[in-house]
């Protein structure tokens, strides 16, 4: 099992570019989240899917879009790039049953907006 | 408006001895706490964790403490190893807007020195 995966990771854009962050999970899990890093703020949740047909907005969704494509993976969009959006940026899935708490992290994506 | 404090951005600690973690949070509805460990350019990892009806859970050399009345956790780690030198995030579970989310700390960066 690779569990979660994450692509590209390393990413340079230039201010107004657009991207697709991927994801993808093969722990057959319901619930995916998008979340971005940055020093000193420690995980903040962008946006997650608690399960398959249905997102919603985290705590900093301003300036991306996702999609659950299908159980396994959901993608990120930045539709015109900042650079308040160079971060590193962490896919994480979890199982969703009741009483499973644990998130399960890709390896991240690092971008960098210019 | 922090929910969940890690006040202490570093630690640095002798191999052999005990290392403590500190977390506080503010939300009485967070009902499960994790700690997750991160190395650079990897995800985090799940490390230990404790329900909000319990006071300790131990896994090995890792303990965590909970005190609801205090809205305080600790983890604790004995004795610290070199390999031990990660960033660990406190992170704590609720059911908000009908999904089960994390909201984590700052990170506390952990160096083990030989």
């Known amino acids: 099992n690779a569990g979660v995966t994450q692509t590209p990771k390393f990413q340079v854009l230039k201010t107004g570019q657009s991207m697709t962050l991927q994801c993808a999970q093969d722990?057959?899990?319901?619930?995916m989240y998008w979340y971005r890093q940055d020093p000193g703020m420690g995980l903040r949740l962008i946006y997650y899917?608690?399960?398959?047909?249905?997102?919603d907005k985290g705590e900093v969704p301003n300036g991306y879009n996702v999609s659950r494509l299908n159980k396994r993976e959901f993608s990120l969009r930045l539709e015109s790039a900042a650079p308040s959006q160079t971060s590193v940026y962490f896919c994480?899935?979890?199982?969703?049953?009741?009483?499973?708490?644990?998130?399960?992290f890709g390896p991240g994506t690092r971008l960098t907006v210019t | 408006d922090q929910q969940v404090k890690q006040n202490s951005p570093s630690l640095s600690v002798q191999e052999g001895r005990i290392s403590i973690l500190n977390c506080d949070y503010t939300?009485?509805?967070?009902?499960?706490f994790l700690w997750y460990k991160k190395y650079p350019a990897e995800g985090p990892t799940f490390l230990i964790s404790?329900?909000?009806?319990?006071d300790k859970n131990e896994d090995g050399r890792f303990t965590v403490f909970l005190n609801k009345s205090a809205k305080h956790l600790s983890l604790h780690i004995v004795p610290s190893q070199p390999g031990d030198s990660a960033v660990y995030f406190c992170?704590?579970?609720?059911?908000?807007?009908?999904?089960?989310?994390?909201?984590f700390g700052q990170g506390t960066r952990l160096t083990i020195n030989p």
């Open positions: 994480a899935s979890r199982d969703g049953r009741s009483g499973n708490y644990e998130q399960y």
């Open positions: 722990m057959n899990h319901n619930s």
């Open positions: 899917s608690a399960s398959e047909g249905t997102t």
């Open positions: 939300n009485s509805m967070f009902d499960y």
């Open positions: 404790i329900s909000s009806i319990k």
């Open positions: 992170a704590a579970s609720a059911l908000i807007q009908g999904a089960q989310k994390l909201v």
